[in-house]
């Protein structure tokens, strides 16, 4: 078995990403936490997650995010599944983040798009079926 167990973002301010991952991810904390060195300029860096998957903020980044609108090489978004997705758009909401496109149609799932502070975008997902066949469907 293979599963995803980390994400390494290079954010700005490690607060700021904190203040919206901690609004979609109540149950999450920070597991660990530090100062080290990323090519010859000083980093802090957090883990912030549970027991077994979590995202690493590292802050002091530079730039700006790749435009998501065109077709440079980069991250386009990664995605989390949400047992209840209305009550998580609430929670960011009510942290001043709003949403930032809206996903499509389905039967079998409910999506939404939110960008965190440094211009990440951060899908949610809520699956209405069990069946793997229903949820798996691109719908394209």
Excluded: C
């Amino acid at each position: 078995m293979i599963q995803l167990e980390h994400v390494n973002l290079v954010v700005t301010d490690i607060e700021q990403s904190l203040k919206f991952y901690r609004a979609a991810f109540p149950h999450w904390w920070v597991r660990e936490e530090g100062k080290g060195e990323w090519s010859g300029k000083p980093r802090n860096w957090v883990h912030f997650g549970d027991d077994y998957q979590y995202l690493v903020f590292g802050d002091n980044g530079e730039g700006e995010n790749r435009d998501l609108n065109g077709h440079q090489l980069g991250l386009a978004h990664f995605a989390f599944v949400t047992s209840n997705l209305d009550a998580l758009i609430s929670r960011l909401a009510d942290a001043g983040f709003p949403i930032a496109k809206s996903g499509a149609e389905d039967a079998h799932r409910k999506n939404i798009y939110f960008m965190d502070p440094d211009g990440f975008e951060v899908e949610f997902v809520e699956y209405l079926s069990d069946l793997p066949v229903e949820r798996n469907l691109s719908g394209q």
